[in-house]
């Protein structure tokens, strides 16, 4: 017999079952010393109300442990909807890690619609707290940051504050940008690449462009276009606007052989509150040299009235009219002569 089999003692009960009694709020304590072991080979029920145990270190062989087995209802029903494990943490508040039926969590795969239950890491005072780790893993699927509160959507926003100068950490192609990187981006992308050009349109696009001398080629020049074709553009010297080019004080048409119409709608008329002053023939314009007088031609209607040198009228004011008659303004004093002789 082994020296140590020698002092074991065995009770057998045979038949039926070993109960031990006390008084009534009596206790029965096991003692083994400082490093012995209680072991038991079968199940082990505790019908008390609390179990206690001052163990430094718990090992637990089972992979589940199932909490709330008592539940018979629709969810967590004891304690407001919660369940889970609270860590004394001394004179600081303890803290639990608990399934709370009341949170609610808006699943990705269902946009517009939420789920109610939820783990959830908080303080027993219910104040929320942090969680360290460095992964979360959706097995593939989207991740929802916020989702919606018990009263609705929440104005919650994702943040990485706490963090130094976050966006310049902010290089690879699959980080996540805060507000200040874009803030930064736009202003140092506009102080280093000038946008010439403003559109809208996939086909026949409106714009406004600007085309300088440096990057094109040619004098420079701002342009805006509707549909496609050039409606304004401004240089440094002239403007034109539809048909009509300005430069310094001067307007004209851009094609050559076009009207300049001064137009009031309705019964207006085209006031003039200066003295309207009319620069001699030649005009070049219609085909001559600079140095032959060339006479406007007769308008298809009404009259046309120009200047050139003065004739046997000493006005320098002529009139062609739609019939092609063409003649001199005769001034007063010779209109009163021309009376008397004829």
Known sequence: ?????????????????????????????????????????GDLLVDGGSTYIYSQDLVIEDNMLYLNSAESG???????????????????????????ENVRWTDPANPGTSDEGAFAFRDVNGRKIGIECISISTDGGDLNLI??????????????????????????????PNKKYVDDYVVNYLLNNFTFKLLDGNIAQS????????????????????DGQDVIVVRAASTDIHDIAISGNTIKTINEFDDLVLQADGTGNVKINDTLYLDP???????????IENDPTAPTVGVKI???EQGTGATNIYYVNETGRRDELISNNRALLYGMLF
């Not at 504050?161 to 976050?166: A, E, Q, R, V």
């Not at 966006?167 to 980080?175: C, I, K, L, P, S």
């Open 1 to 41: 017999m082994a020296e140590t089999e020698k002092y074991v003692k065995h009770l057998n009960v045979a038949s039926g079952d070993y109960k031990v009694t006390v008084r009534d709020n009596g206790n029965i304590k096991l003692d083994v010393g400082t490093s012995g072991q209680v072991i038991v080979t």
């Open 74 to 100: 629709a969810g967590i029903s004891r304690d407001g909807g919660i369940a889970g494990m609270e860590i004394n943490r001394g004179s600081f508040t303890s803290a639990r890690f608990v399934f709370d």
């Open 147 to 176: 989702g919606q509160t018990p009263a609705g959507n929440s104005n919650g926003v994702v943040s990485v504050f706490g963090t130094n100068d976050y966006e310049n950490n902010v290089t690879e192609d699959d980080h996540i």
């Open 207 to 226: 714009y406004v462009e600007v085309r300088d001398n440096e990057r094109t080629g040619v004098d420079s020049e701002i342009g805006l276009g509707i």
């Open 281 to 291: 023939t030649p005009h070049v314009a219609y085909g001559g040299s600079p140095d």
């Open 306 to 308: 120009y200047s050139k």
